[in-house]
């Protein structure tokens, strides 16, 4: 059959009202048969409220014997410990505890959506669409086609049963990609469709480069252990390895398995944008899929938190790649907006808009209706309405740590551009970088060690739109919501001046172990330009100067602040550091394996060292320049005092 020559399939508009969807009927077939499709339309209304007689962890707590704890996994069930024997269950140690109060699998069989159908998460690919898929007329059996790419093709040819029809949501299908208004409409429901199907399935691609071997053996690390909700790691209570889950315990596996591990984690799939909204709303019936091979979304995650934290050496390394996939596995729904941009920035996309949009099913959801889809607008537009829109929502200045570019789309120089890779990336754990500390401006902030360092690029940002005059600092109380009628390129901002940028060191870019060679550069600059940085001298917040600057480092991410990070105290990181400025200079694969220059080269990415005439120091972005003038705002998340 010539398919090429069959009409192209027209779309009809879908019922807004009735909150209707396109899915896919894909017709039985065999692997060399033409692909064969009903294209239907149904609505998709939002779930009824489900009741559930499962207690709330707390209260299931509550109900334990002594020496009994209970957890939640990432997958929403409860595992019982046992501290004494190490016992871990997924049975309440009271066997006459009645199971529908906390056995998670019994609600899940329960739950069959309506509709029903699988949703498609996958890698465009090539944008040229040289294959087809022939519509068949559910009515008149007459037959149209529909041009797709390859990697679609190759992932509805490895879906097709050969007995049964299955139903399936595909974007480029099930949306009308020429029509902007449908496009942008049903862009706002992609949560919606990802969440409420009956699963998701992930299409990494045709069977390659040893897959098979790969998703065979993290299936079985997987297995092994069990991540909770609060970031602790079990063993699974049907472990057959009980310490694999261990940090100290290496898997014995050969080369070859770690090769295929390298190869399917680099597959293109892990490295887009949309993807990860559609597998953080995906259910535990999930899977993930490699030609015909399936593994379990919660398997293969499990497998992934386990080997990211292993203090194994691999070969071929594929630590990097762990660190890369690493964030999909983590819990984000319901996290803030800015820390979620900080993990998705790096990601590749086709539309630079959807740095937004990709997001929107993710977000607490007050903020999410604030943001409507229109793929008419220009990046700049966007970007800087969701910045006046977070602005109104949070009373919190927090954006600005990505502001500062804004001109270069056509919109204020203190509106964010997301597109701009070259750039600082606030640290969650940070006053400046959106922490949870600076929530409350009311209450006064307590100088702590190092808190210098959390000068970073939300401050200079502000200090740099200053100097352009984009950002007004005439008020002497709390702005009132922007109002975007009085003029949209003006930002008026309470603040107090802290003192201006006198020394800058070079920009910290390139590879791990470029970025530690500028550091060690820094280390001799800090010696020059702050007073008394003899070995004894001591900064303002109490610790020596240069134990304050390695701690600057790590934008004060050691166990003195942060108790819970267990990474070394300040001391014993600024003796590391000491030891790293007086030795040979080290390359990447030294910089990979040793954790804490790692996550410092990761830290300082695109900084710059900087001190002012105050004799403070800390961390500024590379746009930063003397002269600059460091504020404390005061409408807003940016407290340092």
């Known amino acids: 059959m010539d398919t090429a020559s069959l009409p192209k399939y027209t779309y009809f508009p879908l019922k807004k009202k009735t909150q209707e969807v396109r899915l896919i009927k894909l017709l039985p077939g065999i692997s060399d048969e033409p692909l064969y499709i009903n294209l239907t339309t149904t609505p998709l209304l939002p779930p009824q409220p489900k009741t559930s007689r499962r207690l709330a962890l707390g209260a299931l707590r509550s109900t334990l014997p002594d020496g009994w704890e209970a957890h939640e996994t990432l997958e929403g069930c409860y595992v019982f410990h046992c501290s004494q024997s190490d016992e871990v269950t997924w049975k309440h140690p ?7 109060l906390y056995d998670t699998e019994l609600e899940i069989d329960a739950q069959k959506p309506s509709p029903c159908y699988e949703a498609l998460s996958y890698v465009w690919g090539k944008p040229d669409k040289s294959h087809q898929v022939i519509v068949v007329d559910k009515n008149t059996g007459s037959r149209t086609q529909l041009q797709i790419t390859t990697n679609l093709y190759l992932a509805l040819v490895h879906l097709r049963a050969q007995d049964r029809t299955r139903t399936l949501w595909v974007d480029a299908v099930c949306i009308n990609q020429e029509d902007l208004t449908e496009r ?10 990802y969440a409420q199907a009956y699963k998701v399935v992930v299409w990494l691609g ?9 998703l065979d053996r993290l299936k079985y690390i997987g297995e092994q252990g069990i991540v909770t909700k609060s970031n602790f790691g079990y063993r699974s209570p049907e472990a057959r390895e009980p310490d694999w889950y261990l940090a100290t315990c290496d898997i014995p596996y050969p080369s070859r398995v770690w090769n295929a591990v390298f190869q399917l984690l680099s597959r293109p799939w892990f490295e887009r944008l949309w993807i990860f ?24 995650r499990s497998a992934v938190l386990c080997l990211k934290e292993k203090n194994q050496v691999f070969t071929p390394n594929i630590t990097p790649l762990l660190r890369q996939v690493f964030p999909l596995c983590l819990e984000w729904r319901d996290e803030s907006f800015p820390l979620m941009l900080n993990a998705i920035l790096q990601r590749k996309c086709t539309d630079e808009r959807d740095f937004v949009y990709a997001l929107l099913g993710l977000i607490p959801s007050k903020f999410a209706s604030r943001i409507v889809p229109n793929y008419r607008l220009s990046c700049g537009e966007i970007y800087n309405g969701v910045f006046l829109e977070h602005l109104k929502y949070t009373g919190r200045l927090e954006l600005l740590a990505f502001g500062g570019r804004g001109a270069e789309l056509g919109a204020p120089s203190w509106s964010p551009n997301w597109l701009a890779k070259r750039q600082y990336r606030p640290n969650r754990g940070l006053a400046s970088g959106m922490s949870p500390a600076a929530q409350d401006p009311a209450i006064p902030s307590k100088p702590v060690a190092s808190a210098p360092s959390e000068l970073t690029s939300a401050l200079a940002a502000l200090a740099e739109c200053l100097l352009c005059g984009c950002v007004s600092s005439r008020s002497r109380s709390p702005p009132p919501p922007v109002n975007a009628e009085v003029d949209p390129a003006v930002l008026n901002v309470d ?33 020059k330009w702050f007073r008394g940085s003899h070995p004894g001298a001591h900064y303002e917040t109490g610790e020596p100067v240069l134990e304050a600057f390695s701690t600057t480092l790590l934008e004060g991410g050691v166990d003195d602040i942060y108790p819970e990070m267990m990474r070394g105290t300040a001391r014993e990181w600024n003796e590391e550091w000491r030891v790293v400025c007086e030795g040979e200079e080290l390359n990447n694969e030294q910089v990979l394996g040793n954790s804490n220059l790692f996550r410092c080269a990761q830290m300082i990415n695109f900084s710059r060292f900087m001190a002012t005439d105050a004799q403070h120091m800390g961390l500024a972005p590379a746009e930063a320049k003397i002269g600059n003038v460091n504020m404390d705002a005061l409408y807003g998340s940016l407290r340092l005092t």
């Open 206 to 214: 045709g069977e390659a480069d040893d897959s098979k071997l790969a």
């Open 495 to 527: 603040a107090v001046r802290c003192g201006t940028v006198a020394h800058l060191g070079d920009v910290a870019e390139g590879e791990l172990d470029a970025r530690v060679r500028i550091a060690r550069m820094w280390d001799i600059q800090c010696r």
């Open 184 to 193: 942008s409409e049903q862009v706002q429901r992609m949560a919606a469709i």
């Open 277 to 300: 909204q559609e597998i953080q709303l995906a259910n535990p019936r999930s899977v993930i899929q490699c030609g015909f091979d399936e593994i379990a979304w919660p398997t293969f």
């Open 94 to 100: 009271d066997p006459d505890f009645d199971s529908a």
